[in-house]
């Protein structure tokens, strides 16, 4: 009788595994995973510091500039709280999405995207993240 019992036990959890590791968790709580991740979040802390590295060489002319410099100066000036701030439109962004890896340790979960990829990100999300309005 135990035999059977855990025969059958263990046929159902085979099949519940089998279903339950092709079924795929939805974009949002994928990205999410990704945002809280201090692995990732160490990654974006740094590229942004480039980024506004980069904003503050920028010609006083640029449009939404003093925005835009006005959150470099944030960023330059707490990075990580930027970064944590940052990390949740920044994973939505066509660079990050579907790049998800590892899943064992929450905090040591990351991108696949190189920096590269993530720097461009950044740069384009820039004038939303500096709250510049530009109709685009």
């Known amino acids: 009788m135990r035999i059977r019992i855990y025969g059958t036990v263990l046929a159902v959890l085979m099949v519940w595994l089998s279903v339950g590791l092709s079924a795929q968790a939805p974009e949002s709580t994928t990205q999410m995973s990704l945002a809280n991740s201090l692995q990732f979040r160490t990654r974006l802390m740094y590229l942004m510091t480039q980024q506004a590295r980069t904003v503050k060489a920028e010609v006083l002319n640029t449009s939404c500039h003093s925005l835009r410099s006005n959150y470099a100066n944030t960023v330059i000036g707490n990075p990580s709280s930027a970064a944590v701030?940052?990390?949740?439109?920044?994973?939505?962004?066509?660079?990050?999405?579907g790049t998800v890896i590892g899943n064992t340790d929450p905090d040591l979960i990351d991108s696949s995207a190189t920096d590269a990829a993530i720097l461009s990100q950044v740069a384009t999300f820039?004038?939303?993240?500096?709250?510049?309005d530009t109709g685009v």
């Open 85 to 97: 701030n940052a990390a949740v439109m920044m994973v939505g962004g066509v660079n990050l999405i």
């Open 126 to 132: 820039w004038n939303a993240l500096s709250t510049c």
